[in-house]
């Protein structure tokens, strides 16, 4: 019985421990009568800073650009550009770079734009640099000059002023020779044209560019015709010439009024030393042989063919025949002076033989 009463007491001691820790666990804090806070009281809860970090900008205050340029600052050496605003400074760049190139042949005077050159400055590159250069500097300015528009533009010029050479050119006036006179031809030194020009674009520089042209020399001049050989038939005389002064005339023999000399403008084409003889191919010579060099030759010791068939000028063994027309239109001459005259004339000589 006891045993059991103290079973109960216990029981009911526990009971009522857990029960006041449950209302300690629920109620943090119990008041008493006079108002005052008693039992366990839970941790506050944590305290939570918050740090707000401030960024102090610093301004740099701007330097404004000056609205001129520096004193004294001048572009590509020459261009005054201190103390003068960009557009001013601009507008006086422009108008140095534009000056024409000065271009000189002989006595003709031509003047080209860099413009007509395909050349350009970079203004705005040296006014840039201009803004910003200290006193007194020197800006550089670059320019771009195509070589292609320059070769073409001085084509253009060798097209206008080059000159193809005139030849001196044989002619009869009265009855003698004349010689015109020779002209010689230019050509246009093009590359040193070119050259010329692209150093005066970069350079800046304006002074006259002068085009020598390279001469070209005509391939025949008066100094150089040489002999002529001028045959009268009328006269029967036989003219040497050299260009247009006489050296020295002939008697000669022509054809006669059946077989005549031939008239017009012909040339030396052959010479034969001790020349054999060849019937040509006419009736009166039909039925004859062939003769060889020796006294009885024909044609003597020397034969000069010229350019119109079976036609020359050669010795005669007849000296008699000196002065007339007698021949079957060959020019007969003295052997003396047949071979003279053979020593002194080329092949190619000219032969005018006169009505």
């Known amino acids: 019985m006891r045993r059991g009463l103290a079973f109960l007491l216990l029981a009911g001691c526990l009971a009522a421990g857990v029960l006041s820790a449950g209302l300690l666990v629920a109620s943090p804090s119990a008041t008493a009568d006079d108002g005052t806070t008693t039992g366990t009281t839970s941790a506050p809860p944590?305290?939570?800073?918050?740090?707000t970090t401030t960024t102090t900008t610093t301004t740099t205050p701007t330097v404004p650009r000056p609205t001129t340029i520096a004193a004294g600052v001048t572009v590509a050496g020459e261009v005054l550009v201190g103390g003068l605003s960009p557009a001013q400074a601009t507008e006086a760049v422009k108008a140095y770079f534009a000056r024409p190139l000065t271009?000189?042949?002989?006595?003709?005077?031509l003047r080209v734009t860099p413009k007509d050159l395909g050349a350009s400055a970079h203004v705005g590159d040296a006014i840039r640099r201009a803004r910003t250069a200290a006193p007194g500097a020197n800006v550089p300015l670059k320019v771009d000059a195509p070589q292609a528009r320059l070769e073409r533009y001085v084509r253009t010029l060798a097209k206008r002023f080059d000159r193809q050479p005139v030849d001196a050119e044989l002619r009869l006036r009265d009855s003698k020779p004349f010689v015109t006179k020779e002209q010689p031809g230019r050509r246009v030194r093009q590359v040193l044209a070119v050259r010329d020009l692209f150093r005066s674009l970069k350079t800046h520089a304006r002074d006259p560019i002068f085009l020598r042209p390279e001469e070209i020399r005509p391939s025949t001049t008066?100094?150089?015709?040489?002999?002529?050989i001028v045959i009268r038939r009328g006269l029967n005389r036989?003219?040497?010439?050299?260009?247009?002064?006489?050296?020295?005339?002939?008697?000669v023999?022509?054809?006669?009024?059946?077989?005549?000399?031939?008239?017009?403008?012909?040339?030396?084409?052959?010479?034969?030393r001790n020349p054999w003889w060849y019937p040509p191919a006419s009736d009166w010579a039909k039925d004859a042989k062939p003769i060889p060099p020796g006294p009885g030759n024909?044609?003597?010791?020397?034969?000069?063919?010229?350019?119109?068939?079976?036609?020359g000028i050669h010795g005669t063994p007849d000296p008699a025949s000196i002065g007339y027309s007698v021949s079957h239109g060959c020019i007969r001459m003295l052997i003396p002076e047949v071979e003279w005259l053979f020593n002194q004339v080329d092949v190619g000589t000219p032969v005018y033989i006169l009505r």
Not at 103 to 109: A, F, H, K, N, Q
Not at 238 to 251: A, T, V, W
Not at 253 to 272: D, E, H, N
Not at 298 to 311: E, K
């Open 222 to 228: 008066r100094a150089t015709v040489g002999d002529v």
């Open 253 to 272: 023999a022509t054809g006669q009024s059946r077989y005549p000399t031939p008239i017009g403008r012909f040339q030396i084409v052959v010479k034969w």
């Open 298 to 311: 024909p044609l003597g010791t020397r034969w000069m063919g010229i350019s119109s068939p079976a036609v």
């Open 103 to 109: 271009l000189r042949l002989g006595t003709r005077t």
């Open 46 to 51: 944590p305290t939570t800073t918050t740090t």
């Open 238 to 251: 036989l003219f040497l010439y050299d260009g247009m002064k006489l050296r020295r005339s002939f008697g």
